[in-house]
C-alpha cells in the first residue's frame, strides 16, 4: 500500500488543521493506520492510531482530547482533525501502516508502509 499525507500548514496557536492521509494499491481496509510526528532534533514519536474497521482508535497522552482520527475506507482515506493546537505540536506528520491485516502498535517499528510526511508548523 503506498500512503500520501497532506493537509499541513502553519497555524496560529488555538487553531485547527486536518491531515489526510490517502491510500492507493491493496484493499485500503485491510491496513490498521497510525500517525506519527517529529519535530526537529526529536525523535519520530506515536501521535494515533486506528484499526481496519475504524471502531478502535488510540492517542497518545500529549494530544488525547484534541486530536481525532478517524477514517473513511470508501475514500481509502484516514484524518486526523487537531484542535486547539500549540507550538508543541509543531512537526512533521507521518501517516503509517503495519502489514494488512496487522493490529495498530504504538511503536515505530510496527509499521511497515510510511507516507513522505507533512509539515504543521503552530505559531504562538
Known amino acids: 500500500v503506498q500512503l500520501q499525507a497532506s493537509g499541513g500548514g502553519l497555524v496560529q496557536a488555538g487553531g485547527s488543521l486536518r491531515l489526510s492521509c490517502a491510500a492507493s494499491?491493496?484493499?485500503?481496509?485491510?491496513?490498521?493506520v497510525g500517525w506519527f510526528r517529529q519535530a526537529p532534533g526529536k525523535e519520530r514519536e506515536f501521535v494515533a492510531a486506528i484499526n481496519r474497521r475504524g471502531y478502535n482508535t488510540a492517542y497518545a497522552d500529549s494530544v488525547k482530547g484534541r486530536f481525532t482520527i478517524s477514517r473513511d475506507n470508501a475514500k481509502n482515506t484516514v484524518y486526523l482533525q487537531m484542535n486547539t493546537l500549540t507550538p508543541e505540536d509543531t512537526a512533521v506528520y507521518y501517516c503509517?501502516?503495519?502489514?494488512?491485516?496487522?493490529?495498530?502498535?504504538?511503536?515505530?517499528?510496527?509499521?511497515?508502509?510510511w507516507g513522505q510526511g507533512t509539515q504543521v508548523t503552530v505559531s504562538s
Open positions: 494499491g491493496r484493499s485500503f481496509s485491510n491496513y490498521a
Open positions: 503509517a501502516a503495519p502489514t494488512s491485516y496487522t493490529a495498530y502498535g504504538l511503536g515505530i517499528e510496527e509499521y511497515a508502509y
